[in-house]
């Protein structure tokens, strides 16, 4: 039996997540600044406080029902002596301190923002964070009411709870590691000498800053070259920016591959401690499927898409190499038009948690149509925006066309109008489900492909 595919049957633990959420309610009726940005979090940025809260710190009496409902102690958080990390492995639910000895923990609810500076600027908050600049694990306490206190934390590369930890990384170290990232070159003759570039600048990366915060360093870096080229993530961030909250409340980075080079890109994931999840297959006749990684320190998952044949459901495909095809799939002809995601095209799409209803209607207002969904479960609500159209080079049309893997009227076309490039993805959770919807997305994958997608229906 092939143990990966049976491996991740994520649960709903709804159990689990009403606990929080009654902790939460309490919370928000003490803290009046905490509950006033929850409020604006709705209204200004179609976001809810459950999917940035960081961690809760809960009296020592609450780990029994914690551990009832599936927590179970982080052994990965380095935390302060007598406090343990609660965490729930099958679900996505924030982290809960426990104190172990004397007095009870301070009832706390910190959420993680990207950038401490920029939520106390916009904020009003003077107070001086615990952590030096730049350093992997910051917090300061942006209000204190009736027992209840409210903090923001600003992690890099770190899953502890520990400020002020003396690390090899410094300032110096972190900036050098982003500007080697951001300046690196993607654009390659052919895809094999960007992939050894590509290496040889992480390997620079994990010198300075090692593993886990080169991590942080390339997904920030994939984020503002993805960002730059989609509307609706410019226009989304700018609304979460307006609250100082950043990117923190991504849910998953997709990359899309060729089959010739999938492997190299999983050897990439592999070097950035990647950890292999679910694969994932869209079903015999869709064509495709993905690899599903996450890094268990910074937290971020990968959704890695390839074209794949009905034989192929069962092979390990991010170890196993796979042969050419005679004929290109959705996410085949998505590379051939415009790159390796890794490269010279960047990410398909960052899908981020939300209010699933409320912010497709705020950006709709905005003009951001958004695509059908393609999950929409009590627990699981999916759905594109509308995708953003990149012009394609006139090289790789003539070669498609020369192959025989278009046709000469799809060529003119590409050359007048461009293809499908990105997307935003919003997506609402419920019950910590860590999973994915596999049936339905195979449709929306099919809609975006750039055969099916003349400009006039775009």
């Given at each position: 039996m092939d143990t990966n595919k049976y491996e991740f049957d994520w649960p709903v633990c709804y159990e689990a997540e009403e606990l929080l959420f009654r902790r939460v309610d309490d919370f928000l009726l003490r803290n009046a600044f905490a509950r006033a940005l929850a409020s604006r979090m709705r209204d200004e940025t179609g976001t809810l406080l459950l999917d940035w809260i960081d961690f809760l710190a809960l009296p020592k009496q609450e780990e029994v029902s914690l551990r009832h409902a599936g927590f179970v102690e982080d052994s990965r958080a380095e935390t302060p002596d007598g406090v343990v990390a609660l965490y729930h492995p099958r679900a996505m639910l924030p982290r809960v301190l426990i104190s172990r000895n004397g007095s009870d923990l301070e009832f706390t609810l910190a959420i993680r923002v990207e950038s401490l500076v920029d939520f106390m600027g916009v904020h009003g908050i003077s107070a001086e964070p615990e952590g030096e600049p730049c350093s992997r694990f910051r917090r300061v306490v942006a209000s204190i009411e009736s027992g209840a206190r409210f903090e923001l934390v600003e992690r890099r590369g770190y899953r502890g709870f520990i400020s002020n930890r003396s690390h090899t990384n410094d300032a110096q170290s972190l900036l050098k590691a982003r500007e080697l990232w951001q300046t690196r070159a993607r654009n390659f003759d052919r895809a094999e000498e960007g992939f050894r570039a590509a290496d040889g600048v992480l390997d620079r990366l994990i010198d300075l800053v090692g593993r886990d915060l080169a991590c942080h360093v390339v997904f920030e870096g994939e984020r503002t070259f993805w960002e730059r080229r989609n509307r609706a993530a410019q226009l989304q961030k700018a609304r979460q920016d307006q609250l100082g909250l950043g990117w923190a409340n991504q849910d998953h980075h997709t990359f899309r591959s060729s089959r010739e080079h999938f492997r190299a890109l999983m050897r990439v994931m592999d070097k950035l401690g990647f950890?292999?999840?679910?694969?994932?297959?869209?079903?015999?006749?869709?064509?495709?499927?993905?690899?599903?990684?996450?890094?268990?320190?910074?937290?971020?998952?990968?959704?890695?898409?390839?074209?794949?044949?009905?034989?192929?459901?069962?092979?390990?495909?991010?170890?196993?190499?796979?042969?050419?095809?005679?004929?290109?799939?959705?996410?085949?002809?998505?590379?051939?038009?415009?790159?390796?995601?890794?490269?010279?095209?960047?990410?398909?799409?960052?899908?981020?948690?939300?209010?699933?209803?409320?912010?497709?209607?705020?950006?709709?207002?905005?003009?951001?149509?958004?695509?059908?969904?393609?999950?929409?479960?009590?627990?699981?609500?999916?759905?594109?925006?509308?995708?953003?159209?990149?012009?394609?080079?006139?090289?790789?049309?003539?070669?498609?066309?020369?192959?025989?893997?278009?046709?000469?009227?799809?060529?003119?076309?590409?050359?007048?109008?461009?293809?499908?490039?990105?997307?935003?993805?919003?997506?609402?959770?419920?019950?910590?489900?860590?999973?994915?919807?596999?049936?339905?997305?195979?449709?929306?994958?099919?809609?975006?492909?750039?055969?099916?997608?003349?400009?006039?229906?775009?």
């Open positions: 950890e292999r999840r679910e694969r994932y297959f869209a079903g015999a006749q869709a064509g495709w499927g993905a690899q599903i990684l996450e890094q268990p320190v910074e937290g971020i998952v990968v959704f890695a898409d390839l074209d794949l044949l009905p034989e192929e459901t069962e092979i390990d495909f991010s170890r196993q190499p796979l042969p050419p095809a005679n004929r290109l799939g959705t996410v085949g002809l998505w590379v051939a038009l415009h790159g390796e995601s890794f490269l010279e095209a960047g990410m398909h799409h960052l899908e981020a948690r939300f209010d699933f209803a409320l912010v497709r209607e705020q950006l709709g207002a905005l003009q951001i149509n958004g695509m059908r969904p393609f999950s929409d479960f009590d627990f699981l609500k999916q759905a594109f925006t509308e995708g953003e159209r990149w012009s394609v080079r006139p090289g790789r049309v003539a070669e498609l066309l020369a192959a025989g893997l278009i046709t000469r009227e799809q060529s003119e076309r590409f050359l007048a109008e461009g293809a499908i490039g990105s997307h935003l993805e919003t997506l609402q959770r419920r019950g910590g489900f860590k999973g994915f919807n596999q049936k339905s997305v195979s449709a929306v994958i099919a809609a975006t492909d750039p055969r099916a997608n003349p400009l006039h229906h775009a």
